[in-house]
């Protein structure tokens, strides 16, 4: 899947496909990087492990040659090859040690080099990105220059800097978050916190003291920082995976997530409760989609929601009074294709990045209508830099039309519930029938006996009275 990044000073725009990142500048129209993420052997610790099999190849091509040239070395030779034999157990042992001792970790997976997670911080300064050869790469947005390129131990499903900006977390489908240093290239990652399923987002709190983090078996966890062993609190109640959250920027002690159960929840996360709740069904017959991307506004309190298999996009208003919070539908956008990412800027326009050719990227205003809230296309005039930047992105076309290819991240995750009430009912109504079927049987069976009985005792009387007679 194709994703997008407006910078929060909205001086860049970053649009992801595949293994391709490309960075427009909103200020210099002309202005266009393109960076690859390529395997960095490096900063991959398996890398080595490769080096050495290509050794050992080697080896074994030049103990052949002098097996062919040398008959008389064959005893050394045949020890040379159980000795290449062992050794190469024992790599394999160590890269199995290396990578955690999981042999599922690529599942059947190939490295390709796909973007798995990106953001910029919250300044605009850094721009960090993890790819599918497992590194994490930062940029100085300044001149796009690479910071540093450094492995992380499992493929990432999301990353946040804090607001310090000194530090970027980055989460792993293995449930764990790693805290890596922005500026120290030697750091490479201490574990802060882990849970036991995968972890499929987080946010840290802008005042940097908690780390927010959402997993698959429908957990919100909440803790402390720089110490995330303490943990704060949990917001519970959802019942499918929890994939996307995120902090409200006017109000900033709450909480909205999204999930798999179709529902959209506002917590006040400092103390875990649950301000209120969204239904996103369509219809009461409808299958529960999954919420793929929540952007909140800055200057107003909208929330812009994709959701799974929609084309388009939902816009909730939120109000606030104290400790209660209401929220409502106050506008859809119809696409008419699955929209890949969107994105508020500093004016409130909201962008929406969708895989439709000659149209990638649109953006809309809103305005009132009758004290209706609508949206429109913003009226970009001639010139204008973003309508030149959006033309850019239009060149880019064949690029990104390669993410339609990309299956969603949450098509297998979710918890596969089985309704076998029907052959319970099934196997009870087999065995009462079963059951009903011997009890007559014992009747019948008693009848015959006891009619057998009656027979025997009239021809025994008979006889009797014959005698007597």
Same mark, same amino acid.
């Given at each position: 899947m194709a994703r997008f990044e407006l910078s929060p000073c909205c001086i860049h725009l970053v649009c992801t496909s595949l293994n391709k990142i490309f960075a427009y500048s909103l200020i210099n129209a002309q202005e266009r990087k393109c960076f690859e993420c390529v395997e960095n052997k490096a900063s991959l610790p398996a890398s080595s492990k490769k080096h050495s099999r290509n050794g050992q190849q080697d080896t074994e091509n030049k103990c052949e040659s002098t097996r062919d040239d040398d008959p008389s070395k064959k005893e050394e030779t045949e020890a040379a090859d159980r000795t290449k034999v062992g050794a190469e157990k024992l790599n394999e042992a160590k890269s199995k040690e290396d990578s955690g001792g999981n042999e599922s970790e690529n599942d059947g997976h190939s490295c390709s080099g796909n973007v798995l997670a990106h953001s910029f911080s919250p300044s605009s300064r850094y721009y960090a990105v993890c790819d599918d050869f497992k590194q994490l790469s930062i940029f100085d947005t300044t001149n796009w220059s690479k910071l540093s390129v450094r492995s992380v131990r499992k493929r990432s499903t999301s990353l946040a800097f804090n607001h310090a900006e000194d530090c970027v977390y980055v989460g792993d489908k293995s449930g764990d978050v790693y805290r890596f240093s922005v500026k120290n290239e030697e750091d490479?990652?201490?574990?802060? =916190?882990?849970?036991?399923?995968?972890?499929?987002?987080?946010?840290?709190?802008?005042?940097?003291?908690?780390?927010?983090?959402?997993?698959?078996?429908?957990?919100?966890?909440? /803790?402390?920082?720089?110490?995330?062993?303490?943990?704060?609190?949990?917001?519970?109640?959802?019942?499918?995976?929890?994939?996307?959250? #995120?902090?409200?920027?006017?109000?900033?002690?709450?909480?909205?997530?999204?999930?798999?159960?179709?529902?959209?929840?506002?917590?006040?996360?400092? &103390?875990?409760?649950?301000?209120?709740?969204?239904?996103?069904?369509?219809?009461?017959?409808?299958?529960?989609? &999954?919420?793929?991307?929540?952007?909140?506004?800055?200057?107003?309190?909208?929330?812009?929601?994709?959701?799974?298999?929609?084309?388009?996009?939902?816009? %909730?208003?939120?109000?606030?009074?104290? $400790?209660?919070?209401?929220?409502?539908?106050?506008?859809?956008?119809? &696409?008419?294709?699955?929209?890949?990412?969107? #994105?508020?800027?500093?004016?409130?326009?909201?962008?929406?990045?969708?895989?439709?050719?000659?149209?990638?990227?649109?953006? %809309?205003?809103? %305005?009132?209508?009758?004290?209706?809230?609508?949206? +429109?296309?913003?009226?970009?005039?001639?010139?204008?830099?973003? =309508? @030149?930047?959006?033309?850019?992105? @239009?060149?880019?076309?064949?690029?990104? +039309?390669?993410?339609?290819?990309?299956?969603?991240?949450? &098509?297998?995750?979710?918890? +596969? /519930?089985?309704?076998?009430?029907?052959?319970?009912?099934?196997?009870? $109504?087999?065995?009462?029938?079963?059951?009903?079927?011997?009890?007559?049987?014992?009747?019948?069976? /008693?009848?015959?006996?006891?009619?057998?009985?009656?027979?025997?005792?009239?021809?025994?009387?008979?006889?009797?009275e014959d005698v007597q007679s």
């Open positions: 490479e990652g201490t574990l802060v =916190l882990g849970h036991v399923s995968m972890l499929l987002d987080l946010a840290i709190s802008p005042d940097d003291k908690y780390i927010v983090t959402a997993d698959r078996d429908e957990k919100i966890r909440v /803790s402390h920082l720089p110490n995330c062993y303490n943990i704060h609190c949990f917001c519970l109640g959802h019942t499918d995976l929890v994939s996307k959250i #995120a902090i409200l920027p006017k109000d900033q002690d709450i909480l909205v997530s999204g999930s798999g159960d179709a529902s959209l929840r506002f917590w006040k996360y400092t &103390t875990g409760q649950e301000l209120c709740r969204l239904s996103l069904k369509q219809m009461e017959d409808s299958a529960r989609p &999954t919420v793929l991307c929540i952007r909140c506004s800055k200057k107003s309190n909208y929330v812009a929601v994709l959701l799974e298999k929609f084309m388009g996009v939902q816009i %909730y208003e939120y109000d606030r009074v104290d $400790e209660v919070l209401d929220a409502r539908l106050v506008a859809s956008i119809e &696409t008419g294709v699955e929209p890949w990412d969107i #994105a508020f800027d500093e004016e409130d326009h909201l962008w929406v990045f969708k895989p439709k050719q000659d149209e990638l990227i649109s953006v %809309y205003e809103f %305005y009132l209508q009758d004290k209706i809230l609508k949206l +429109k296309l913003t009226n970009l005039n001639e010139g204008n830099q973003i =309508l @030149n930047v959006i033309g850019q992105v @239009n060149t880019d076309w064949q690029i990104f +039309k390669e993410s339609l290819k990309v299956e969603s991240l949450y &098509t297998n995750l979710h918890k +596969k /519930s089985q309704d076998n009430s029907k052959d319970w009912q099934r196997r009870k $109504e087999r065995k009462i029938k079963g059951k009903l079927q011997e009890m007559s049987e014992q009747t019948e069976g /008693s009848a015959c006996k006891k009619i057998k009985v009656d027979e025997v005792l009239s021809k025994t009387t008979e006889r009797e």
